[in-house]
């Protein structure tokens, strides 16, 4: 309960991670499990709090943890208690094998390449990290523009869990209606691979009954980035269903359970009306959904 933006790792011995953005929007917590039902129950740990000022010390925002290069990182975004809205990206690294347990650096803000002079300039958050054929790669959004401010999905490779080893590529923007609701919005990447395909997940509009999820799709084997390489959905993959109360759908991650079967993971309301901003109504709480495979592309069913 209370936990936006949602993000559950399996680790190859078999046990989960979980973290989440907290209300207060002030640390980071992970939880463990040998079992993905044990996470509900699991005794929350806070690995890093949020500074008194300056950077990192206001909006603490979706969090992910993921194993990479031999180390545990988590990637997060956070502002400034003087100027709220500074958001940039920054990386944590866990000085041991166990990431609940051992202690947790700061590497930092992310660093972008060299000859790369937009990336991290300005509002950038939810970040997030895939490997295909070897190849590390990060995902994503930031805003641009000036009078209304655009957020963007980009993608770039990783030189190492810290720093990008190529300058952005332009992912997607948003092109259509039900991306525009409230704000300008794709944000909240989340990959996953199918057979010889991979796609990538997204949520789109302001973070009220609107937000809803789109998806684009690439080949494994094709130059991922290049974006003529994605297929980008016309219509939102998931969006609210007020039959089943459930609203603002989205900010998802994937795993999977047990059996190996895949897994949806993502927060929402069971309410439509929120008082005041959307942004600190507390309830969006994380849920599950199993995904549906069909034709080699996935589907999500609200109503399972």
Known sequence: MQRADPYVYRHT????????SVPEYDRIVLR?????????????KTVWTKHHSGPQSKH??????????????IYYAAGEAEDPWKIRPYVLECEGGDPMGDKWQELGMMRAHKDDEFSFRAFSLDATTFEVNGTHYFVWAEKVGVGRQISNL??????SAGELDTVQVLL???DYDWERHGFWVNEGPAAIKHGDDIFLTYSASDTGENYCMGMLCASLSSDLLDPASWKKERYPVLKSDSSLSIFGPGHN??????????ILVY??????????DPLYDPNRHAML????????????????
């Not at 991650?253 to 895949?262: I, Q």
């Not at 495979?293 to 399972?304: C, H």
């Open 154 to 159: 980009y993608i770039a490779r990783l030189r």
């Open 60 to 73: 603490i925002w979706a969090p992910e943890l993921h194993f990479l290069f031999g180390r545990w990182y």
């Open 253 to 262: 991650s994937f795993t999977v359970d047990e059996k190996g079967n895949d």
């Open 172 to 174: 997607t923007t948003p």
């Open 267 to 276: 927060h929402a309301r069971t309410y439509a009306q929120i008082q005041g």
């Open 13 to 20: 011995d078999g046990r989960y991670y979980f973290t989440a």
């Open 289 to 304: 959904m199993p995904v549906r495979w069909e034709g080699g592309r996935p589907v999500f069913d609200i109503t399972v």
């Open 32 to 44: 463990s499990s040998d079992t993905l039902a044990g996470l509900c129950e699991a005794q929350e």
